[in-house]
């Protein structure tokens, strides 16, 4: 089994949770850690907020409708479209400013899936029409003011679809690498489940996509940390085994951002006007609805849904839904009639970007060399 860096060096330990998801019963789990996520919601508020957080779309896709919402939405389309977002979320660490990456998933990688490797082979249209790559995120963050080697870290809240090699590098291979100066921050949980996928995670999963990535670049948490101001990981299981949760404060409150769900309804579903949704939930009394694509284990990724619904804020002009945000969010589209969530966050843009000391360095003497 490869060898990683674990230091946790400027990362602090939150340990507000404690051992709740070790507790064996199911409810008792589910109890302890309601009664203790205000704990956890405290610390992340007592903290400064962060400096800046943007969005970047990536990719769009087609998911099937029964994984979005559990089979509760009563939609004519079997497949709602996604467009997947990556969150640059910029902080002071010990009166440093950092750059953090959340789920900057590599589009060609990601289309090595099995589960859309399958999707194109059975529905050939409905993907070709569905598929969409947008700029280079590399493009997209220099626009934003941010050059790729002046991000710190690079963060998933699980590694479905994920290709790591060439935003990280191999060993021996002379290929560019995207975030030269990135480390990866994940969950030794969900890490070490790469190296051998049970068959109902299989289909989600690139199966080499952390091959021979360089053992410098990464570095492996057991556990929440605090990593910096205003920004937190946070072990929300059961989607995945490692899975996790970026929770970070703003002028605008606290926010998260999972794939617990994959619209603000699967945090809200009794405020959901998709057809079926509320009636089902009132039924069954769910207070949240999973994004079910492989069901590792339900009961602990409907209690860590109940986990970032207690740590965010609500939307100040929709209080029936919460600040939680997703990587993959169901987004309307003539291709997916009906689908269309009660609330959309979209693209979230909080704060002035700043340009690292080092980039500010670089702009003036390129400026120089500009002149004639």
């Known amino acids: 089994m490869q060898s990683t860096v674990d230091s946790t060096a400027e990362l602090e330990p939150l340990d507000e949770i404690g051992d709740a998801w070790s507790i064996a019963q199911p409810g008792l789990r589910a109890r302890a850690i309601r009664e203790r996520a205000p704990l956890l919601r405290a610390r992340v508020e007592a903290s400064r907020p962060v400096v800046s957080v943007r969005t970047f779309d990536t990719m769009q896709l087609a998911y099937p409708t029964r994984y979005a919402f559990w089979g509760a939405a009563l939609l004519p389309s079997p497949f709602a479209i996604m467009t997947q977002r990556v969150f640059l979320v910029q902080f002071e660490q010990s009166g440093r400013l950092k750059n953090l990456l959340f789920n900057p998933t590599d589009p060609e990688g990601a289309l090595r899936a099995p589960y859309l490797e399958r999707l194109r082979a059975r529905h050939p249209v409905m993907s070709h029409l569905s598929t969409r790559v947008f700029a280079p995120l590399t493009s997209q963050l220099r626009g934003a003011g941010v050059a790729p080697e002046d991000i710190d870290y690079i963060a998933y809240d699980h590694f479905h679809l994920q290709d790591l090699r060439k935003h990280l590098g191999t060993k021996g291979s002379p290929a560019p690498v995207t975030f030269p100066a990135a480390q990866l921050i994940a969950q030794r949980r969900e890490w070490e489940a790469w190296d051998a996928l049970h068959p109902l995670q299989s289909a989600f999963y690139v199966a080499d996509g952390k091959r021979d990535v360089l053992d410098s670049r990464v570095r492996l948490i057991d556990g929440d940390v605090l990593l910096g101001d205003g920004v937190a990981l946070?072990?929300?299981?059961?989607?995945s085994t490692g899975n996790q949760t970026l929770f970070f404060r703003t002028d605008r409150g606290i926010f998260g951002v999972s794939e617990?769900?994959?619209?603000?309804?699967?945090?809200?579903?009794?405020?959901?006007?998709?057809p079926g949704v509320a009636a089902r939930c009132k039924d069954q009394g769910l207070e949240v609805l999973m994004n079910l694509d492989t069901p590792e284990s339900g009961a602990d990724q409907y209690t860590s849904m109940l986990l970032e619904r207690a740590v965010v804020d609500r939307v100040p002009d929709r209080p029936g839904f919460v600040q939680m945000v997703t990587g993959f969010e169901v987004t309307r589209s003539a291709l997916a009639p009906g689908v269309t969530p009660t609330h959309q966050f979209g693209g979230l843009s909080v704060g002035s970007v700043r340009p690292k000391p080092s980039q500010a360095a670089r702009a003036p003497a390129a400026a120089h060399e500009a002149r004639p």
């Open 260 to 274: 617990n769900g994959v619209s603000a309804d699967n945090w809200s579903p009794l405020e959901s006007r998709l």
């Open 234 to 239: 946070v072990r929300t299981p059961g989607h």
